[in-house]
Structure formats: C-alpha cells, structure tokens
C-alpha cells in the first residue's frame, strides 16, 4: 500500500475535529496531519491515543502549513466561519475567501498533486478560488479537485425515507448543481412516487436543509456532525478508489465540468478512477418541476463561480 498523508485544514474546529476522529478510523490512511490556527496539539495528542493506523501529526498557526502540507496525497479543508442564523452562505465570502485561498496557496507550493476536498462555504465560489490559484501556479489539475457536497445527498436520502418510512439505507437520491438554496437541485423523480405538495415539501428542505440546523444552533454555528458524516464518507469514497483501486465508485460532487454549456463547474454524479474524476454523468432526464429547479440555479450558480474566479484574478 502506497503512504496516504491526509491533511485536514482547519481540524480543530466544529467539522474538523469529528472529521479527523472519523479519517482516523480509515485504514488506507497512513498519516494524518491535523492543520488550524489553534487547538490542533491538543486535538492531535487526544487522536493518537486511537488504536488505528493513521499516525497523527498536528501542525498549528501559518508557520506549520507547509510541513503539514508536504506529501500530502489528500487535503480536506473545511477551515473558516461557519454561519449564524439570518446569514447565506455568500455572506461568508469576505472572510472565508481569503482564507481558502492562503491554504490553496500552500497547496500548490508544498503538495500540487494532492486531491482537494472543498468544504468551506460559500463552496459554490470557494472552488474556483482554489482553481484560479492553482491555474496561476500551473498545477491545476480538474480531476482532483472537488467540492464536497455530500451533506446534501445525506440528507435528501434522510428526509425521502423518513417521508414514506422506507429504508434508509437503500436510499440514493441524487443532488446536483451547487450547494446552497436554489442552486441545489435534488431529483427527486429518480425515488417512487411522491405526491406533487410532497415533492415540493421535500425539495424546499434539502434546500434549506443547512437553515434548519443554523437555526436550531441558535448562533453557535452550523451543520458539523453530519458534515463531518458527509465529508469522511466522501473522502473514504475517493480513497476507496484511488488507494484501494476500487472500481464503480460514484458521488456527487461539484467539479469543472461540462455537462452544462456555460457553467464551468456543477455538481452531478462522478464517478472516481486512480487519479480522481474519471466520468463525469449528464444531468439525468427531469420532469417538468425538476426543469424549474434547474433554470432557477443557473443564473445563481454562475453568479456564484465568478465571484470566486474574479477574487483571485483582480487581486
Ligand atoms: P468552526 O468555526 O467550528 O471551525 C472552523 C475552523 O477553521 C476553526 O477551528 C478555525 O480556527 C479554523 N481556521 C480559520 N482560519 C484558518 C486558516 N487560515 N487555516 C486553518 N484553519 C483555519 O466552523 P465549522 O462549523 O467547522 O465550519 C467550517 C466551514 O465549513 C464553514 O465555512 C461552514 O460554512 C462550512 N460548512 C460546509 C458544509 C458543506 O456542506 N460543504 C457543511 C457545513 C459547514
Ligand atoms: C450546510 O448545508 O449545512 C452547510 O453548508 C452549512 C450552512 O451554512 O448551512
């Protein structure tokens, strides 16, 4: 088995450290490098004592990036400010911006052929961020990076069982497009029958699905169980299929892509070879209310893109 470091930018924080228990019970991990501004000694030292492979390394404040980026073979990275309730995910921007792009900074120079997982918010504008940079330091490579989008999914097969009381473990509900309100479009059609309010019901919640947690948080932040959740069962797929050359992996993820004219990255079904995306699927067939979601995230989603593209090309 090759050595697979996996460096987790922002590990000490309300994603990071559940994210980091999770990576940590991985065995295709071989070191795991706990990067933050504060608390990762602390967090590292309680990590190490788990009777699994991954050796853990923390690494605090800018000083430490480099060492905890070099040779990574996988960068997660859900460093930043997370919400309060009354704010979008856009509202995010100004801090996280700057934030996503240092650490994109970083990984070009210390480890370019990483695969990088987005998880900081706005993702919809963070992934070109960490695209233009990687682009202006000649090492962008779209196949490995991704935008992680799986607590969208997690939740659409959470709600769509719940609904009918059917298995949740059979339930795979696609999601694409981006990752925020109307940019995130679930297909729904792709499950049994659901009346139309249902549907509409069911829609709007995994729009605002991240809202509902927001809310009942009540000011301490957002979604990071079921991100850190999400987030482990997107970085075991990708591994699964690069490290351990499992084949048929697929998720949805948010990735430059094709499949819609115009829209230079969006999220549809993936499916994961040795060096990261190997197919990229067409949006499935939509039935008429699915043509309405998808022509309300366009405009958005593109809107979204450029921001991310413009903050690193006009600084
Ligand atoms: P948090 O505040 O609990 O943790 C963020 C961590 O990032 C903190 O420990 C902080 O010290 C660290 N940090 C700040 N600047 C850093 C830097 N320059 N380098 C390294 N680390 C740095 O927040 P959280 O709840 O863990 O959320 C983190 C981000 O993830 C937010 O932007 C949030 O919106 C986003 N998020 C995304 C999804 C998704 O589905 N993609 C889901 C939930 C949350
Ligand atoms: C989520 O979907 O839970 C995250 O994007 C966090 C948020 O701000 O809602």
Do not use: W
């Not at 987005?118 to 935008?147: C, M, W, Y």
């Not at 009381?165 to 792709?190: D, F, K, M, R, Y």
Request: net charge neutral; aromatic share 6%; with cysteine.
């Amino acid at each position: 088995m090759p050595y697979v470091k996996v460096a987790i930018c922002g590990a000490a924080g309300g994603i990071g450290q559940p994210l980091s228990l999770l990576m940590k019970t991985n065995p295709l991990v071989t070191e795991l490098a706990l990067f933050d501004i504060v608390n990762t000694p602390g967090v590292a030292a309680d990590l190490s004592h788990i009777n699994t492979p991954a050796k853990v390394t923390g690494y605090k404040g800018n000083d430490e990036l480099a060492q905890a980026l070099a040779g990574s073979y996988m960068v997660i990275i859900p460093a930043g400010v997370p919400r309060k309730p009354g704010m979008t995910r856009d509202d995010l921007f100004n801090i996280n911006a700057g934030i996503v792009k240092s650490l994109a900074v970083g990984i070009a120079t210390h480890c370019p052929k990483a695969l990088i997982c987005i998880i900081s918010n706005p993702v919809n504008s963070t992934v070109p961020i960490v695209a233009e940079v990687l682009k202006q330091h000649n090492v962008f490579d779209p196949r490995k990076l991704f935008g992680v989008t799986t607590l969208d999914i997690v939740r659409a097969n959470t709600f769509i069982s719940g609904a009918k009381n059917v298995s949740v473990q059979g339930t795979e509900v696609p999601v694409i497009g981006g990752h925020s309100g109307v940019t995130i479009v679930p297909i729904l059609s792709a499950t049994p029958s659901y009346s139309e309010e249902e549907v509409k019901a069911l829609t709007q919640r995994i729009q605002y699905g991240g809202d509902e947690v927001v809310k009942a948080k009540d000011g301490a932040g957002s979604a990071t169980l079921s991100m850190a959740f999400a987030g482990a069962r997107f970085a075991n797929s990708l591994l699964d299929a690069t490290v351990a050359k499992k084949s048929g992996v697929k998720e949805c993820t948010f990735v430059k892509s094709d499949v819609v004219p115009g829209v230079e990255y969006f999220s549809s079904v993936v499916e994961f070879g040795p060096e990261g995306v190997h197919k990229i699927f067409p949006i499935p067939s939509l039935n008429a209310y699915e043509k309405t979601l998808f022509d309300a995230c366009i405009p958005e989603l593109k809107t979204n893109i450029q921001k991310g593209i413009d903050f690193v090309k006009n600084a």
